[in-house]
């Protein structure tokens, strides 16, 4: 049981480039969610789905686009990439009602 | 709306006790949760508490509930250096179906020896 994956840990883009941030869970969770986190701002909703098949915007979406797959990925895309999407982003899933779960987040520069 | 508010910095000596704050603003059943995120890692629950309970308490850790307050604590008690970290507290509305997640802003937590 590896819990949330997350994928690449680390990656540098150039303003303009095109990257998608992988995760997978193996909880048979129903939600799943990514957040962006940057300093002395906590953890801020980019996308959320709370069930295969269906994705919703939460509080900081414009630059973004995800794809629930299936019921353990929730990709998160970055059509082009602009230096204010520089920061750690992490993602989760969670039970009906429960613990939520996080990966161990992608460092993302983009210069 | 859910907002839920925490002071950003919090220093105590090794072997005090330590008490992280948090105010939330929802007014509906709702689970609240604490995590601890260690430099470079991901956040780790800490325990949780549903909005009918006052206190839970596991090991080092106390959990109080103050419902008419909204107001949430964490204490650790006879804190280690390795209880350095920032802590989040988040609120989860129990609405029977989808669970929006509400953080707050984080709480540093430097223990000094």
């Known amino acids: 049981n590896a819990g949330v994956t997350q994928t690449p840990k680390f990656q540098v883009l150039k303003t303009g480039q095109s990257m998608t941030l992988q995760c997978a869970q193996d909880?048979?969770?129903?939600?799943m969610y990514w957040y962006r986190q940057d300093p002395g701002m906590g953890l801020r909703l980019i996308y959320y789905?709370?069930?295969?098949?269906?994705?919703d915007k939460g509080e900081v979406p414009n630059g973004y686009n995800v794809s629930r797959l299936n019921k353990r990925e929730f990709s998160l895309r970055l059509e082009s990439a602009a230096p204010s999407q520089t920061s750690v982003y992490f993602c989760?899933?969670?039970?009906?009602?429960?613990?939520?779960?996080f990966g161990p987040g992608t460092r993302l520069t983009v210069t | 709306g859910e907002d839920v508010e925490q002071s950003l910095f919090l220093s105590v000596r090794e072997g005090d006790s330590s008490v992280i704050n948090c105010t939330y603003t929802?007014?509906?059943?709702?689970?609240l949760y604490w995590y601890k995120q260690e430099p470079g890692a991901g956040l780790q629950l800490l325990t949780y508490?549903?909005?009918?309970?006052d206190m839970k308490q596991d090991q080092r850790l106390t959990v109080l509930l103050n419902k008419k307050d909204k107001h949430l604590s964490l204490r650790i008690a006879d804190t280690q250096t390795g209880d350095s970290a920032i802590y989040f507290c988040?609120?989860?509305?129990?609405?029977?179906?989808?669970?929006?997640?509400?953080f707050g802003t984080g709480t540093k937590l430097q223990v000094i020896p």
């Open positions: 989760a899933s969670l039970q009906v009602v429960g613990e939520q779960y």
């Open positions: 909880m048979n969770h129903n939600s």
């Open positions: 789905s709370a069930s295969e098949g269906t994705t």
């Open positions: 929802d007014s509906s059943s709702t689970y």
């Open positions: 508490i549903f909005s009918n309970m």
């Open positions: 988040a609120e989860i509305p129990f609405s029977g179906g989808y669970q929006k997640v509400t």
